[in-house]
């Protein structure tokens, strides 16, 4: 509701007073419907004419030169999601979240004492969507930097890991920061345990090939989009 004082005796409003009761109504509508500038989306709210890979609950946007490699059982279903630039990689993962409240905090605190349990300290920090975690952990191939990234959206959290020199320098995210930004998530209507992980699948058309050419999902070539 606006609120504007008249002038006493006419019961006329000056120019200015005008020009002020246009401002604050469209700063009202502006606050009753935020624009989203950048995700990852709920479907709801994502930009359309964009391409993007359906992989059921995620659907990736097609960024060139970022490989999209999916590990998935002989149904299908998708047990893996790795987005890869040169020597970079964010591992994507989706899952349920309550209504009422977001879940990073307390999954970021149960992936810093799981990595304390193994020998493995980790250290927040304040990133651009908000509280991160980075971490050395030891693998195979010798020591290897970790950055976690957590996203809270309406009844969904995105959590993303990072690998290679992206987890120590988030400004060489480049085209894996674009896709992460323009990620969508369509969590559906079905009723979920908190913290379980939404479904993912393969695109129909990849299910088939792999399927005609006698191979399982698990051994398909990495997609590019």
């Excluded at 006493?8 to 700063?27: N, T």
């Excluded at 979920?192 to 050419?213: F, Y």
Aim: charged letters at 30%.
């Amino acid at each position: 509701m606006i609120f504007s004082r008249k002038r006493a005796g006419d019961g006329r409003q000056s120019r200015d007073e005008r020009a002020a009761e246009v401002v604050l109504d469209l700063e009202s509508e502006e606050a009753a419907a935020p624009v989203l500038v950048r995700g990852p989306y709920d479907i709801s709210e994502a930009p359309a004419g964009v391409d993007r890979l359906d992989l059921g609950s995620l659907h990736i946007p097609a960024v060139p030169e970022v490989e999209v490699r999916v590990q998935a059982d002989q149904q299908g279903v998708v047990q893996q999601v790795v987005l890869v630039h040169g020597q970079n990689a964010l591992q994507l993962g989706v899952f349920a979240a309550p209504r009422s409240e977001g879940i990073w905090d307390e999954v970021r605190e149960e992936i810093r004492q799981s990595l304390l349990n193994d020998g493995t300290a980790a250290q927040e920090v304040e990133g651009e969507y908000g509280t991160e975690l980075r971490a050395q952990v030891r693998t195979e191939d010798g020591v290897t930097d970790l950055r976690f990234v957590g996203i809270d959206g309406p009844r969904w959290m995105v959590r993303g890991v990072y690998q290679g020199t992206v987890a120590t320098d988030p400004a060489a995210a480049g085209p894996l920061a674009e896709c992460l930004d323009g990620l969508v998530v369509d969590r559906g209507n079905e009723a979920k345990p908190v913290r379980e992980p939404l479904p993912l699948r393969l695109p129909r058309d990849v299910a088939e090939q792999a399927e005609q050419a006698g191979a399982t999902p698990d051994g398909a070539q990495p997609r590019q989009v």
